[in-house]
T-cell receptor, first 114, second 114 residues
Framework: NAGVTQTPKFQVLKTGQSMTLQCAQD?????MSWYRQDPGMGLRLIHY???????DQGEVPNGYNVSRSTTEDFPLRLLSAAPSQTSVYFC?????????????FGPGTRLTVT | AQSVTQLDSQVPVFEEAPVELRCNYS??????LFWYVQYPNQGLQLLLK??????LVKGINGFEAEFNKSQTSFHLRKPSVHISDTAEYFC????????????FGTGTRLQVFP
């Protein structure tokens, strides 16, 4: 199993550009989520999904869109990048309600918006 | 709503010394508690978790944590640290009704010196 994979590893955008951060998992997990990590603020939940076709907002959803058309993939879209979105982005997945409760994290995407 | 406070942003310690990383949480409902570790330039991985039962929980790499309900704490300890334990440690909580939504603390950077 590859686990949770994220692409790209690094990205530089100009203000106003759009892009999609890719996330995929091969563990057949129902639950997937996106976090952003900023210095001194820990990880904050952006969006999450409890299954294909179902998404919901987390703590900091503004400026981001998601969709979940398959169990494996959960892309995060920035429609018009802003410097405030400079951060490290982590995707995570887990079984939902299986008694395990462990989330598996990808290696992260480091995004800089100039 | 839940919140997590990690009282120390940085903890320097010499190799083979004991260490305690502090975590306090706030919640009006019962919670599950987690410690995750992030090694440099990597994603997060689960160190240990408290779901129920014994309040002393043992995890990977010789770490353990004790759940104290009256003090709403979940401090992480290791009796003798190694250089390889240098990493950032995150305490997290989840609501029993929505176990996939993790609320993270701001993290504690453990720096182990030779």
């Amino acid at each position: 199993n590859a686990g949770v994979t994220q692409t790209p590893k690094f990205q530089v955008l100009k203000t106003g550009q759009s892009m999609t951060l890719q996330c995929a998992q091969d563990m057949n997990h129902e639950y997937m989520s996106w976090y952003r990590q900023d210095p001194g603020m820990g990880l904050r939940l952006i969006h999450y999904s409890v299954g294909a076709g179902i998404t919901d907002q987390g703590e900091v959803p503004n400026g981001y869109n998601v969709s979940r058309s398959t169990t494996e993939d959960f892309p995060l879209r920035l429609l018009s990048a802003a410097p405030s979105q400079t951060s490290v982005y982590f995707c995570a997945s887990s079984y939902s309600d299986r008694g395990n409760y462990e989330q598996y994290f990808g290696p992260g995407t480091r995004l800089t918006v100039t | 709503a839940q919140s997590v406070t990690q009282l120390d942003s940085q903890v320097p310690v010499f190799e083979e010394a004991p260490v305690e990383l502090r975590c306090n949480y706030s919640s009006s409902v019962s919670v599950y508690l987690f410690w995750y570790v992030q090694y440099p330039n990597q994603g997060l991985q689960l160190l240990l978790k408290y779901l129920s039962g014994s309040t002393l929980v043992k995890g990977i790499n010789g770490f353990e944590a004790e759940f104290n309900k009256s003090q709403t704490s979940f401090h992480l300890r290791k009796p003798s640290v190694h250089i390889s334990d240098t990493a950032e440690y995150f305490c997290a909580v989840s609501d029993l009704r929505n176990t996939d939504k993790l609320i993270f603390g701001t993290g504690t950077r453990l720096q182990v010196f030779p």
